[in-house]
């Protein structure tokens, strides 16, 4: 086969001409907003992460000790960070030195779930009691074992804000009272003082409630439910701000492509019981492939789903082949910000060499994820005839190169 | 919908909130700290400051607005002159003023630094705030003025004592106290206010909220992207220096502005309206089908025992004593201070 680009725009086609508008662009030139572009990553991303932990619940079957596990996980590793991190973020976020005590974590909170397009409002914030409710959630498929990983992650970044504070006599504890992963209308983190509000001791899984002041929840019903963050709101002039005055465009929701459910909370608790012996790579390698290859396929298995793609990356009739494929990656690859480059783009193969790096969110693990999700897909969104492979031979370590082409294989 | 009042209920709030109102409180109120010097330390915050900042005596103070070159406030903050040359900037947004001063240095001879770090800050609020404290300066305070700052010595602790704070009331001090001497302070305080029934205020939202609301003041989140005259605070402004935003601001004096901050008090204890304090954009509020402003704020006042808050509305839509309805329940457009 020949490593030639057939005809296409190439990727600076009308630059200069129209004026500069912030889009991703499939290869014939439909033009996808930023709005929509990140939409489209973060539930990419999500979808990805609900194979992840499905993944995760056959290696780890019981719910308590995976949750658990998660849990330990994402309040360590969020300690560690926030160690490092902790004092520069509290002075974005406005933290003033008469605060004390862990009730301005939850600043950190709502701003990190904008900036994620998890859209709400904060309905307490004090001292003693903080409450936060999100209308969306694009992690909500992922499973109520992360919902309660993110709140422990939240209370590592609480606990060591507070370090850098003067002491206090209290003490917020944060649960997810409601979580849309759940089958809730709203994601609810109630954070109470537990010197305040006395409850009985759990272990760190159960961050789920109950809380002592429940009746103080603020419950925003559905008809006055938002579906953006406030960077993508006219009433908000289009601009995120706290109640302690930081204000941030919408550059901020790039955040979408910095971390994503599964790197941050599932596959670094796999490694961890990969390292102790818990679970066996190999193993756990087997699982991802087998699930993201079906989870691919499934992706396109049915006509509707693929002539909705055809429409939305705007392929033109007759196109059927390879490069609907490797459209619908470099949408994402795009809308994720990672830097590719084209080797070949043609009926009979489609040849991309891809920053490794900035795809796998720091788990190698991810990357290989992506290929069997990318095969399976090719299977059904093509047809069983064309597959998609990794080619590593002759590349660099930071580079991945996957080609989409026809190929029989007797052990698929 | 019910929603329970998250401020009338609580004991705790209450009783802190009240402290101040009718004994003493006091509490940890540390702001950012930025000391100017130099020559034209003077003439620089002239620049920066809507208020005259050259004219004051030393050992005076100064509320004023900082504005940019649109005339929207950037910052409030109380002007120290401790020396000729010397003074304080009490602001709760140092990084931001550190860069705007680089910005706007120009020639002038003058240094600044943030010295957050040295002080810690105690208020001291309420009827009884003097007696406490005569009880443990060295100095007695019985003649200073307000908005004053001097030295004093606590337990032999070197201290300044400024009079002025953020709840409105009459008796209220501060005191700057060296960082490595607050654990100290804190346990005198603590001891001195038995005698007083004082209580520590441990609550961000009665520090912060309710008791600088019902005083009327603002909060920072409540300016943002306001200007003086929409809000009430171009009482002392010189119009005859030049400051950053002047321009801008003599415009909108000649038009008038476009907006007002109103208050408005609501009896109905148990319900929930956002307010921009939260962050996000606050109710909106509408006359007639008509989107007239949002809520900036809405807290609780212990004193008049109803919610009250801020509108910032369209000059001229709303009147004192007009009865709205604000997400289904009804207010009452009020003068402010709220007491």
């Known amino acids: 086969m020949s490593k030639k680009i057939d005809e296409r725009l190439p990727k600076n086609s009308g630059q200069g001409v129209v004026t500069e508008y912030p889009a991703i662009r499939s290869p014939w030139g439909k033009l996808v907003s930023f709005q929509e572009a990140m939409h489209y990553v973060s539930r990419y991303d999500a979808v990805m992460s609900a194979v992840v932990m499905q993944a995760f619940r056959i290696l780890l079957p019981d719910y308590e000790q995976r949750a658990q596990k998660m849990c330990v996980s994402a309040y360590n590793r969020l300690e560690q960070i926030q160690k490092m991190y902790g004092k520069y973020s509290m002075v974005e976020h406005n933290v003033h030195p008469f605060c004390r005590g862990n009730f301005v974590g939850a600043l950190t909170g709502d701003s990190g779930d904008d900036a994620l397009l998890m859209c709400g409002r904060v309905q307490d914030f004090g001292t003693y009691r903080a409450e936060k409710e999100l209308d969306v959630c694009d992690w909500d498929i992922v499973g109520s074992d992360l919902c309660r990983a993110t709140t422990q992650s939240l209370q590592a970044c609480a606990d060591v804000w507070a370090t850098n504070l003067r002491p206090s006599k209290s003490h917020l504890e944060y649960h997810m009272v409601e979580a849309k992963g759940c089958g809730d209308l709203h994601c609810r983190i109630v954070a109470e003082s537990r010197e305040k509000y006395p409850m009985p001791p759990h272990q760190q899984w159960e961050c789920f409630g109950p809380v002592a002041t429940a009746e103080q929840i603020k419950f925003t019903p559905e008809e006055e439910c938002i579906k953006e963050s406030m960077v993508f709101r006219e009433e908000c002039d289009y601009t995120f701000a706290n109640g302690t005055n930081w204000e941030r465009d919408s550059s901020s929701v790039a955040m979408v492509r910095m971390t994503n459910a599964a790197s941050g909370y599932i596959f670094p608790t796999m490694m961890e019981l990969i390292q102790d012996g818990t679970l066996d790579e190999k193993f756990t390698d087997h699982v991802l492939h087998c699930l993201f290859e079906a989870a691919g396929k499934a992706a396109f298995g049915e006509a509707y789903a693929k002539k909705g793609l055809l429409q939305w990356l705007g392929v033109p009739a007759g196109i059927d082949d390879g490069r609907i494929m490797g459209g619908h990656i470099e949408m994402y690859l795009q809308a994720l910000g990672c830097e590719y480059e084209i080797e070949a783009f043609n009926e009979k193969e489609v040849i991309y060499v891809i920053d490794r790096k900035a795809l796998s969110f720091g788990f190698d693990k991810f990357v290989t994820a992506h290929v069997s999700y990318w095969y399976g897909m090719t299977k059904t969104l093509v047809n069983a005839q064309w597959s998609l492979w990794e080619e590593s031979q002759d590349t660099p370590a930071d580079k991945l190169r996957i080609k989409i082409a026809k190929k029989i294989d007797k052990f698929c | ?339």
């Open chain 2, 1 to 339: 919908m019910y929603y329970q009042n998250i401020y009338k209920y609580d004991d705790m709030k209450r009783s802190e909130h009240m402290a101040v109102r009718q004994n003493v409180g006091w509490y940890l109120w540390t702001h950012q700290l930025i000391e100017v010097t130099g020559n034209d330390a003077a003439a620089f915050l002239d620049l920066l400051f809507t208020k005259p900042i050259g004219t004051l005596k030393i050992g005076k103070e100064r509320y004023t607005t900082m504005l940019d070159e649109q005339a929207e406030i950037i910052d409030d903050v109380v002007v120290f002159r401790l020396a000729e040359n010397t003074f304080w900037i009490s602001t709760l947004f140092a990084p931001y003023m550190l860069n705007w001063m680089n910005m706007h240095k120009g020639d002038f001879q003058v240094a600044y630094q943030d010295i957050t770090e040295k002080y810690h800050m105690y208020a001291v609020q309420g009827p009884l705030a003097k007696d406490m404290l005569n009880k443990l300066v060295k100095n007695n305070i019985d003649e200073q003025k307000f908005f004053s700052i001097a030295d004093n010595e606590i337990n032999n602790i070197p201290v300044k004592i400024n009079r002025a704070g953020f709840t409105g009331e009459k008796w209220g001090y501060e005191i700057y106290v060296p960082a490595e001497q607050a654990d100290a302070m804190e346990e005198i305080l603590r001891t001195a206010g038995a005698e007083f029934n004082a209580k520590e205020v441990t609550e961000f939202q009665i520090m912060a909220w309710t008791l600088p609301t019902e005083a009327g003041f603002y909060y920072m989140r409540d300016l943002r992207h306001t200007n003086p005259l929409e809000v009430g605070l171009e009482k002392g402004i010189d119009w005859e220096k030049d400051f950053i935003g002047k321009e801008a601001l003599l415009k909108i004096k000649e038009t008038g502005p476009q907006r007002e901050m109103l208050g408005f008090t609501i009896d109905e204890a148990d319900i929930f309206i956002k307010g921009r304090h939260y962050g996000g954009p606050g109710e909106a509020v509408y006359v007639n089908d008509e989107e007239i402003g949002r809520v900036y704020k809405i807290v609780y006042s212990y004193v008049l025992e109803k919610n009250i808050g801020y509108i910032l509305a369209k000059k001229g839509v709303l009147n004192i004593g007009d009865h709205i309805d604000i997400h289904g329940h009804e207010a009452v457009i009020v003068e402010k201070p709220f007491i």
